[in-house]
């Protein structure tokens, strides 16, 4: 039987047009979320994924702004114009893109970002709220977005070996909190397993779900999966493709074409986690609108 593919263009769509309809009901209030998304330097990659969040914030009907800074633009420069956002109104949800220039201290920049403005759910203070289950905080976008995949697609979580392969702070550490949380989406058993894990097939082969997120091109094979077994894959990596229109292709973390006949569940890639990352950055910044303005959720 051929695997489901998990379509997170779909979920992504109904997602934002929840969160357009939300936008449409706090405009009538007179209220209209914002979000600032900043760049600095000119990494081809990011400045497509910065035009598609501001594309999508307008298609939603927030107010967005965006900062293009060279990439010899001084950390000084850069935590200044941080803190006029942080003092903005009209201004809900802050994301600096990264990664930035290497002179710059990223850690720095996110500390100066208001936590209650910190869509990007890397604070200190959200990843301590995350790890409390207060829902006060940020979460994370591609973790959250994983979740809200399973959830849409009527996966349970509850009770299953989840295996996330990769440690970082971006996706492994908070998604391994999200997922081991109780309730709807959570209640899993979670492995958290990396590049230094012995026996690595092993270890994923116990996964009722498995989780790729080690960014590197095509590194889950067939070895690594149980028959049955549902595979997120959270890589986007760029190959090199002599056939190709660009001269490269996107690849996931997972090995496609081998991998997917073993499995029950796959997301593709492109079109499957990528699409959700920037649904629930929108959700975030909904939800910072009206934490800021003491609105409950409707």
Do not use: W
Not at 162 to 176: D, F, N, T
Not at 222 to 247: F, L, M, T, Y
Not at 253 to 264: K, L, Q, T, W
Request: net charge neutral; proline share 7%; aromatic share 4%.
């Amino acid at each position: 039987m051929a695997p489901k593919l998990i379509d997170g263009k779909a979920i992504a769509r109904a997602s934002l047009e929840e969160t357009r309809l939300a936008t449409d009901r706090l405009k009538a209030r007179e209220l209209t979320p914002g979000l600032a998304v900043v760049l600095v330097g000119d990494d081809p990659a990011s400045r497509a994924y910065v035009r598609s969040k501001d594309r999508t914030c307008r298609e939603l009907g927030f107010y967005s702004e965006k900062f293009e800074l060279s990439a010899d633009t001084p950390q000084g420069e850069l935590l200044a114009l941080v803190r006029s956002l942080n003092a903005n109104p009209s201004i809900h949800g802050i994301l600096v893109q990264s990664p930035p220039p290497a002179h710059i201290d990223e850690a720095a920049v996110i500390d100066a970002i208001d936590p209650r403005k910190d869509v990007d759910g890397f604070h200190a203070l959200n990843v301590a709220r995350l790890a409390m289950d207060d829902p006060r905080g940020f979460v994370p976008c591609t973790p959250l977005g994983c979740v809200r995949l399973l959830e849409a697609s009527g996966i349970p979580t509850g009770g299953k070996n989840v295996v996330i392969l990769g440690r970082s702070m971006i996706v492994g550490k908070p998604l391994a909190l999200l997922l081991m949380r109780k309730g709807a989406g959570g209640d899993a058993t979670v492995t958290v397993a990396h590049s230094r894990t012995r026996d690595l097939p092993e270890v994923t082969r116990r996964a009722d779900i498995l989780i790729a997120a080690i960014g590197r091109a095509e590194y889950v094979r067939a070895e690594h999966v149980r028959e049955g077994a549902v595979v997120i894959d959270v890589g986007i990596n760029r190959v090199g493709d002599p056939a190709s229109e660009k001269g490269y292709r996107l690849v996931g973390d997972v090995a496609f074409g081998e991998v997917a006949p073993r499995c029950s569940a796959i997301t593709p890639v492109p079109g499957g986690v990528g699409p959700m990352t920037i649904a629930m950055l929108m959700a975030n910044t909904l939800k910072a609108c009206r934490q800021l303005h003491n609105l409950p959720e409707d």
